[in-house]
């Protein structure tokens, strides 16, 4: 008889589709005949607050959709770590300041203090090693 761990049979029967409803964020998703994506933290119809690095929306999630966004307030991307990437997307009616996070002393973005998302725009940021954001392009919302 062959005894199988209940974290195998969990993890297999989640990459094999067999429990439908148990995925848990970063789990590969299978549909159809194979691999369709990755799951990912997402945090939906946020409201920036503030207009300095202090008062801004604290970002905890990979993708971030802002909602609302009222003149001159931001987010702050999470503390930085190498590999991190972080998606914002400005849904807001206003320009949408990005800052790093407070506990990010020094921190740049683009060598910069913030990055700015007009509305109906989106943006990617890339963390290459701590303190140092890269922006990726700023597309057209779709």
Same mark, same amino acid.
């Not at 009222?70 to 770590?81: C, D, F, I, M, R």
């Not at 203090?113 to 990617?124: C, E, K, P, V």
């Given at each position: 008889m062959?005894?199988?761990?209940?974290?195998?049979?969990?993890?297999?029967?989640?990459?094999?589709?067999?429990?439908?409803?148990?995925? *848990?964020?970063? $789990?590969?998703?299978?549909?159809? $005949?194979?691999?369709q994506g990755? &799951?990912?933290?997402?945090? $939906?119809? &946020? !409201? +920036?607050?503030?207009?300095?690095? *202090?008062?801004?929306?604290?970002?905890?999630?990979?993708?971030?959709?802002?909602? !609302?966004?009222?003149?001159?307030?931001?987010? +702050?991307?999470?503390?930085?770590?190498?590999?991190? #990437?972080?998606?914002?997307?400005?849904?807001?009616?206003?320009?949408?300041?990005v800052y790093?996070?407070?506990? $990010?002393?020094?921190? *740049? #973005?683009?060598?910069? /203090?913030?990055?700015?998302?007009?509305? *109906?725009?989106?943006? /990617?940021?890339?963390?290459?090693? +701590?303190? /140092?954001?890269?922006?990726?392009?700023?597309?057209? +919302?779709a």
């Open positions: 062959v005894m199988l761990s209940s974290t195998f049979v969990s993890l297999h029967g989640r990459v094999m589709g067999l429990f439908k409803g148990l995925a *848990a964020n970063g $789990d590969f998703w299978l549909g159809g $005949d194979g691999f990755v &799951l990912e933290d997402v945090a $939906d119809g &946020l !409201t +920036a607050t503030g207009s300095t690095q *202090a008062g801004a929306l604290q970002l905890t999630k990979k993708v971030n959709r802002c909602s !609302t966004v009222a003149a001159s307030t931001g987010v +702050a991307l999470p503390v930085s770590k190498a590999g991190m #990437i972080v998606h914002v997307i400005n849904d807001g009616a206003q320009a949408l300041t790093p996070a407070v506990a $990010d002393s020094g921190a *740049a #973005i683009d060598g910069t /203090t913030t990055a700015t998302i007009t509305n *109906a725009r989106r943006g /990617t940021f890339i963390c290459t090693a +701590a303190g /140092t954001w890269f922006s990726v392009g700023y597309q057209k +919302a």
